[in-house]
């Protein structure tokens, strides 16, 4: 299909038009008709920055997480920081559940590269190694889109505990003692992950706040 050869309209105006209506009515909703009507203009003139419907998927789902932000100190520790971005990153995600498919599918490339490349930095001042900071924030990533898209399908069983007792009464026990909501129990993993991953890479923990001993 042919391309103006002016924008009609910008590309974020496009994925951020997007975006609004995969957020209310699902990926299959998305058409290139249905979104030009949208933005009251002409199929063509969506193509004038995109390929493809994928390409726009593409740049939603770029839209709902590249600019995942946290505060840019936490006390000089690098772990409470990796631990608020993925907070943050959970958040960005369980606020657009209808772009899962999209996200875990396979037809995009790797999600939230500006954020990746922000992560990586900060961490690179903290004094944390380019390939451990990778391979840690990947490990946060997939733990973060795992307990999302678990919460955001509901949970683990929606029977109730009392139905459950005769046939799985080790799992009704489990659920009847639970007291962690799921961003808490997301809280208490990703806390684990960090510290497990950075005594793998053998990164240095941040140095002791004054006042306080240093045990062996």
């Given amino acids: 299909m042919a391309r103006p050869k002016e924008p009609l309209i910008s590309k974020r105006d496009v994925v951020a038009a997007a975006l609004k209506l995969i957020d ?30 994928d390409e726009i ?8 997480l590249d600019e995942v932000r946290v505060p840019a100190e936490a006390g000089g520790d690098w772990r409470e920081w990796l631990f608020r971005n993925a907070q943050v990153f959970r ?9 899962f ?12 590269v500006a954020r990746i490349e922000r992560a990586l ?38 029977q109730s505990v ?10 009704a026990a489990a659920l009847g003692d639970r007291t962690l909501s799921p961003a808490e129990q997301f809280d208490v993993g990703c806390r684990a992950v960090i510290d497990a991953l950075a005594l793998s ?8 706040q004054r006042g306080r001993s240093r045990r062996n």
């Avoid at 998927?57 to 709902?64: D, E, I, N, Q, T």
């Avoid at 890479?201 to 002791?208: D, E, G």
């Fill in 57 to 64: 998927v593409a740049g939603a789902v770029a839209l709902a």
């Fill in 101 to 112: 498919p999209a996200i875990v599918g396979g037809r995009l490339p790797r999600i939230g």
């Fill in 24 to 53: 209310a009515e699902g990926l299959d909703a998305l058409s290139t008709r249905r979104l030009a009507s949208t933005l009251n203009v002409s199929g063509p003139a969506l193509y004038h920055h995109f390929a493809s419907k």
């Fill in 201 to 208: 890479f053998w990164v240095p923990p941040a140095p002791p």
């Fill in 162 to 171: 009392a139905e459950l007792s005769a046939e799985h009464p080790a799992l």
């Fill in 121 to 158: 930095q900060r961490l690179g001042e903290f004094g944390v190694p380019g390939q451990a900071a990778l391979a840690i924030i990947d490990a946060l990533e997939a733990f973060a889109l795992g307990s999302a898209l678990f919460e955001a399908s509901g949970g683990r069983v929606e």
């Fill in 91 to 99: 958040s960005a995600l369980l606020a657009h559940p209808n772009l």
